[in-house]
């Protein structure tokens, strides 16, 4: 970066309500929408309804977080072993403009497919702030129907 350079990006929030052990958790998704469309980063608060007050979680310790449209909920690693500790696995929430962006993007606009949504699935460990996308096995620009999760 040049001495005096600037970089600009747009950020976009989703916010998620999660019950895991009797909590009530605010998941706030924070995605970079600026160029490609990845998540950045999640916090984690615990709603307390009593005082309307939000306390930030640092640590979830053995629980992980599975985020979606459809449902979001909350397992532990000792039930699910090969599940993460301590992070929030997600699912793409631009579905929404997938057909949109896929349509009427100009020729030059659909080089990569990352410009659509549904590709934007990982996992996010709260630890060290590491995102890990999931593999995606095929180069399909359009994602339909739109990812969720099938849990035991």
């Known amino acids: 970066m040049v001495s005096g350079e600037r970089r600009y990006f747009t950020l976009k929030y989703a916010s998620?309500?999660?019950e895991s052990?009797?909590?009530?958790?605010?998941?706030?998704?924070?995605?970079?929408?600026?160029?490609?469309?990845?998540?950045?980063s999640f916090r984690v608060f615990k709603v307390n309804v009593k005082n309307s007050q939000l306390e930030k979680v640092?640590?979830?310790?053995?629980?992980?977080?599975f985020l979606g449209g459809n449902q979001s909920l909350s397992l532990s690693t000792r039930d699910f072993p090969a599940l993460q500790d301590n992070?929030?696995?997600f699912t793409d929430d631009r579905w929404s403009m997938m057909n949109f962006n896929?349509?009427?993007l100009g020729e030059g606009e659909k080089?990569?497919?990352?410009?659509?949504?549904?590709?934007?699935v990982g996992v996010y460990s709260?630890?060290?702030?590491?995102?890990?996308?999931?593999?995606?096995?095929?180069?399909?620009?359009i994602i339909y129907p739109p990812p969720f999760w099938i849990l035991p």
């Open 16 to 18: 998620y309500l999660v």
């Open 126 to 141: 709260l630890e060290d702030g590491v995102v890990k996308l999931f593999d995606q096995t095929d180069n399909r620009q």
């Open 102 to 104: 896929y349509y009427y």
């Open 58 to 65: 640092e640590c979830l310790h053995d629980r992980v977080l």
């Open 21 to 40: 052990l009797d909590e009530i958790l605010l998941v706030v998704h924070i995605v970079v929408i600026h160029g490609l469309y990845k998540t950045h």
């Open 87 to 89: 992070s929030v696995y």
């Open 111 to 120: 080089d990569s497919h990352n410009n659509y949504g549904g590709h934007d």
